[in-house]
């Protein structure tokens, strides 16, 4: 099972909307609703961001949002701020009955 | 409150096992599947594995098949993640992380367990 595709690197400017996306397979993303997105800053640990494709958990942002388009996810952080910066992962249920994570995105705000 | 309890960290030699703990505490320990994932340096997340600490049962990533074993022991609420045949490219910070069955997502993460291969 392949990582999914991310983007490495994603930049912008404080209240700028920016979209991550993650790209799987039809034995992934394109299967199933359950597609998460992850936060992880370094030296802490990740925080799920959204699960389900577009659900917010509790306490997270509401400039966090989630979508999905046949086998290619999306996750964009609206009104982007300078702590939103760090590394973001998808993560997609498989056909497999496993999970597969992306290879990540490095978000800037410049 | 929820907490996820890892073992320190390990060094071992190429060939050698791991054995890496996890205990919980603060929720229903059979309601919540646990996952392994792990984070290279420099590299990304990487999910190796899952147990259903109810029943015990497992799914692995095909890459780990043959070579990682889950356990757990419902007397003390630890879930056991053991990797064998080490080489060095497992260095790696080991993490375990919940899932509310039925749920497909990582709710709560433990603080991670580094383990160095190296000889």
């Known amino acids: 099972q392949s990582a999914l595709t991310q983007f490495a690197s994603v930049s912008g400017s404080p209240g700028q909307s920016i979209t991550i996306s993650c790209t799987g397979t039809?034995?992934?993303?394109?299967?199933?609703?359950?597609v998460s997105w992850y936060q992880h800053h370094p030296g802490e640990v990740p925080k799920v961001m959204i699960y389900e494709v577009s659900k917010r958990p509790s306490g997270v942002s509401n400039r966090f949002s989630g979508s999905k388009s046949g086998n290619t996810a999306s996750l964009t952080i609206s009104g982007v701020q300078a702590e939103d910066e760090g590394d973001y992962y998808c993560?997609?249920?498989?056909?497999?009955?496993?999970?597969?994570f992306g290879s990540g995105t490095k978000v800037t705000v410049l | 409150q929820v907490q996820l309890v890892q073992s320190g960290a390990e060094v071992k030699k190429p060939g050698a096992s791991v054995k890496v703990s996890c205990k919980a505490s603060g929720y229903t320990f059979t309601n919540y599947h646990m996952h392994w994932v792990r984070q290279a340096p420099g590299q990304g997340l990487e999910w190796m594995g899952i147990?259903?600490?109810?029943?015990?049962?497992?799914s692995f990533a095909q890459k780990f098949q043959g070579r990682v074993t889950m356990t757990r022991d419902t007397s003390t609420f630890t879930i056991y993640m053991e990797l064998s045949s080490l080489r060095s490219e497992d260095t790696a910070v080991y993490y375990c992380?919940?899932?509310?069955?039925?749920?497909?997502?990582?709710?709560?993460w433990g603080p991670g367990t580094l383990v160095t291969v190296s000889s």
């Open positions: 039809s034995s992934d993303v394109g299967s199933y609703n359950h």
């Open positions: 147990i259903n600490p109810r029943d015990g049962g497992t």
């Open positions: 992380t919940r899932e509310e069955s039925g749920t497909y997502y990582l709710q709560d």
């Open positions: 993560c997609s249920y498989t056909t497999s009955n496993t999970y597969v």
